[in-house]
């Protein structure tokens, strides 16, 4: 049996919202298993129990910069320890000239854009510079540069801790921004369901098939309400089949169709997504409920 730490309860309620001692009982019947565990939860407390794509677990900005034709652009994450340095000028500044450069030079990685120029110093240079100057480190989280083969549109949302990078063809300037808005705010997880991770596909089929099986109900339509849940699982996290935000009586796709347009892909940035941002006195919590203090 696998010994279930505070830190691990801790990592499961920031992913799922469920309260401590459920947590904890879930990690005990997976045996430490973090990602049955996260199922064991979906099927007690259904949709509730996966909301670490929303979340933002820890501080910085999203920089994007764009070509003035939109056919080039870049996003980048810059991470660091606090909201407040966040909004430093200095900061900020350095997340948009990163973005420039990501866009006109396409570094391969991180570690290639760390090696760049960013006027006399390097990035890395500066980046340094900036920890001094400001006392907090500071990080390259990562980055996504886009060639168009229609045109580029961006938002950013949340004092830049949501960002998004949309290729749209076809439209106008309007219907672009709208999708991006859109992108930000449903957040998307692939432009249809071919784009949709397997693995992302079968979690949510073994959810369902658990919650089915609890119904009672025959094999045969145990099957079907399986079936159904996952079709109704991409259709909620895909953007064509989406209801588009300003006007839900139709899907983005069906907005596209009648604009005569067409979306060839998005980026999406949500400023430490996956990132844990500590937190000690959760862990004497913990601790305390567990009547281990």
């Given at each position: 049996?696998?010994?279930?730490?505070?830190?691990?309860?801790?990592?499961?309620?920031?992913?799922?919202?469920?309260?401590m001692m459920d947590c904890k009982k879930a990690l005990t019947e997976?045996?430490?298993?973090?990602?049955?565990?996260?199922?064991?939860?979906?099927?007690?407390?259904?949709?509730?129990?996966?909301?670490?794509?929303?979340?933002?677990?820890?501080?910085g900005v999203v920089g994007i910069a764009l070509a003035d034709d939109?056919?080039?652009?870049?996003?980048?994450?810059?991470?660091?320890?606090?909201?407040?340095?966040?909004?430093?000028?200095?900061?900020?500044?350095?997340?948009?000239?990163?973005?420039?450069?990501?866009?006109?030079?396409?570094?391969?990685?991180?570690?290639?854009?760390?090696?760049?120029?960013?006027?006399?110093?390097?990035?890395?240079?500066?980046?340094?510079?900036?920890?001094?100057?400001?006392?907090?480190?500071?990080?390259?989280?990562?980055?996504?540069?886009?060639?168009?083969?229609?045109?580029?549109?961006?938002?950013?949302?949340?004092?830049?801790?949501?960002?998004?990078?949309?290729?749209?063809?076809?439209?106008?300037?309007?219907?672009?921004?709208?999708?991006?808005?859109?992108?930000?705010?449903?957040?998307?997880?692939?432009?249809?369901?071919?784009?949709?991770?397997?693995?992302?596909?079968?979690?949510?089929?073994?959810?369902?098939?658990?919650?089915?099986?609890?119904?009672?109900?025959?094999?045969?339509?145990?099957?079907?309400?399986?079936?159904?849940?996952?079709?109704?699982?991409?259709?909620?996290?895909?953007?064509?089949?989406?209801?588009?935000?300003?006007?839900?009586?139709?899907?983005?796709?069906?907005?596209?169709?009648?604009?005569?347009?067409?979306?060839?892909?998005?980026?999406?940035?949500?400023?430490g997504e996956g990132l844990e941002k500590k937190k000690d006195d959760?862990?004497?919590?913990?601790?305390?409920?567990?009547?281990?203090?």
């Open positions: 049996m696998a010994e279930i730490t505070a830190s691990m309860v801790r990592d499961l309620r920031e992913k799922t919202d469920a309260p997976a045996d430490g298993d973090m990602t049955r565990a996260e199922e064991i939860l979906r099927v007690k407390f259904g949709s509730k129990a996966s909301k670490a794509a929303g979340r933002i677990a820890a501080e939109g056919k080039r652009g870049a996003m980048i994450e810059v991470n660091c320890e606090t909201d407040f340095v966040a909004k430093n000028d200095d900061f900020l500044a350095f997340a948009k000239n990163l973005a420039a450069l990501v866009s006109k030079q396409n570094p391969a990685d991180v570690a290639a854009l760390s090696g760049m120029r960013l006027g006399d110093e390097s990035v890395e240079e500066v980046r340094t510079r900036l920890v001094g100057k400001i006392g907090e480190n500071m990080s390259l989280r990562r980055f996504m540069r886009i060639e168009a083969k229609g045109r580029l549109a961006s938002y950013v949302h949340g004092g830049s801790k949501i960002g998004v990078l949309v290729d749209v063809e076809g439209g106008d300037e309007q219907l672009a921004k709208d999708l991006a808005m859109h992108i930000a705010a449903s957040k998307p997880k692939a432009l249809d369901a071919s784009g949709v991770a397997q693995e992302l596909i079968e979690a949510e089929r073994r959810v369902a098939a658990q919650k089915a099986a609890e119904s009672g109900k025959p094999a045969n339509i145990v099957e079907k309400m399986v079936d159904g849940a996952v079709q109704k699982f991409l259709k909620e996290i895909t953007l064509l089949s989406q209801p588009f935000v300003k006007d839900d009586k139709q899907t983005v796709e069906q907005l596209l169709k009648a604009r005569n347009a067409k979306v060839h892909g998005f980026t999406l940035y949500v400023v959760f862990v004497a919590e913990v601790m305390a409920q567990a009547g281990k203090s």
